[in-house]
């Protein structure tokens, strides 16, 4: 009995692991999806500037005043917000 019991305990525990290491990665971010991310937000897009994992948007909110937003690439959340008066 124990000697079945170990081996479908430790299937049990890995289980979990090998179905995380499967799921593809996301997709980094194009500059018309950080343009709508940024509408999105109420600006209104100047300048796309991709830096390795992120995106920084500068525009004007509708207010007119300057923005920049700081966007992650994978997953598009917002990571910084400045405003420049």
């Given at each position: 009995m124990n000697r079945f019991v170990l081996p479908v305990a430790a299937?049990?525990?890995?289980?979990?692991?090998?179905?995380c290491a499967a799921a593809p990665a996301a997709k980094p971010m194009s500059f018309g999806a950080a343009e709508?991310?940024?509408?999105?937000?109420?600006?209104?897009a100047d300048e796309i500037k991709i830096k390795g994992s992120t995106i920084k948007v500068e525009g004007r909110d509708n207010r007119n005043r300057k923005v920049e937003l700081l966007l992650d690439r994978r997953t598009g959340?917002?990571?910084d917000r400045r405003f420049d008066d």
């Open positions: 299937l049990a525990i890995a289980a979990p692991f090998t179905a709508k991310r940024a509408a999105k937000q109420g600006i209104r959340e917002v990571l």
